[in-house]
């Protein structure tokens, strides 16, 4: 029979574990709360206009869907499901502040001004910046 210090141990371990639960269930529901009244506001200020793309925008994909597997005919049912969640993935977002942004778009600014400038002093080259000896490196 287990001791009653385990127990008593054992019994605060889960209420701790239980209490924390509860809280971010408290959370995440008031997450959803926020995100859904920040929705209806924007829908409410959208113009009619704009509704009115949406929804046809939003139909378009569907009806593209269907004529692509009425072309195919005799496709597996495995490839379609395959197909879809290709689709359906995102670009990952990178988390970077402003400042590094700023400072990635400098460097990449630069290095294309470099391929350019590259590209200019050597019209004999097939494909501009790209050379089989780079000149970017000093050899």
Do not use: C, H, Y
């Not at 385990?6 to 995440?28: F, V």
């Not at 046809?56 to 490839?79: E, F, H, M």
């Amino acid at each position: 029979m287990a001791k009653v210090k385990n127990l008593k141990k054992r019994i605060r371990r889960l209420e701790a574990r239980l209490q924390k639960g509860t809280k971010k269930l408290a959370k995440l529901k008031g997450k959803l709360e926020a995100a859904s009244t920040a929705a209806k506001t924007k829908a409410k200020s959208a113009t009619p206009a704009e509704k009115a793309r949406k929804t046809s925008n939003a139909s378009a994909p569907i009806q593209k869907k269907k004529q692509r597997s009425a072309l195919k005919g005799d496709v597996k049912p495995g490839s379609a499901v395959k197909e879809s969640r290709v689709a359906g993935k995102k670009k990952r977002k990178l988390n970077l502040t402003p400042e590094r942004r700023a400072q990635l778009a400098a460097a990449m600014k630069a290095r294309w001004a470099a391929k350019r400038a590259a590209a200019n002093t050597q019209p004999g080259s097939s494909s501009p910046g790209f050379s089989s000896g780079d000149a970017s490196e000093p050899q």
